[in-house]
């Protein structure tokens, strides 16, 4: 499995942005995708995922009612729809994958994401 993200960028807080990553290889019913992020000087964190088969979610506390996590099985995708953006969001966001819990057997490369004014 390749996991290839986009769509990182510059916001103002309460903005919004989208991350999508695109998914290579075989994905099945016990797939899970999911983002995980770094900020700078800290610890790299969990931030949602979704089980392929059913679509049920999980998020961080940090991001719940504000992130939507969702999958698309025909296009093989997993976006994340970010809003009301906060600087503390401002982190380097990685595509993850796997078929246990945490989805972190696969990693795609970084997108930065920069909440700023």
């Known amino acids: 499995v390749q996991l290839q993200a986009s769509g990182g960028g510059l916001v103002q807080p309460g903005g919004s942005l989208r991350l999508s990553c695109v998914v290579s290889?075989?994905?099945?019913?016990?797939?899970?995708g999911g983002w995980f992020r770094q900020a700078p000087g800290k610890e790299r964190e969990f931030v949602a995922a979704i089980r392929w088969g059913y679509g049920t979610t999980t998020y961080a506390d940090s991001v719940k009612g504000r992130f939507t996590i969702s999958r698309d099985r025909a296009e093989k995708t997993v976006s994340l729809q970010m809003n009301s953006l906060k600087p503390e969001d401002t982190a380097v966001y990685y595509c993850?994958?796997?078929?246990?819990?945490?989805?972190?057997?696969?990693w795609g490369k970084g997108t930065q994401v920069t909440v700023s004014s």
């Open positions: 993850t994958g796997g078929s246990s819990w945490p989805p972190t057997k696969y």
């Open positions: 290889g075989s994905t099945y019913s016990s797939y899970i």
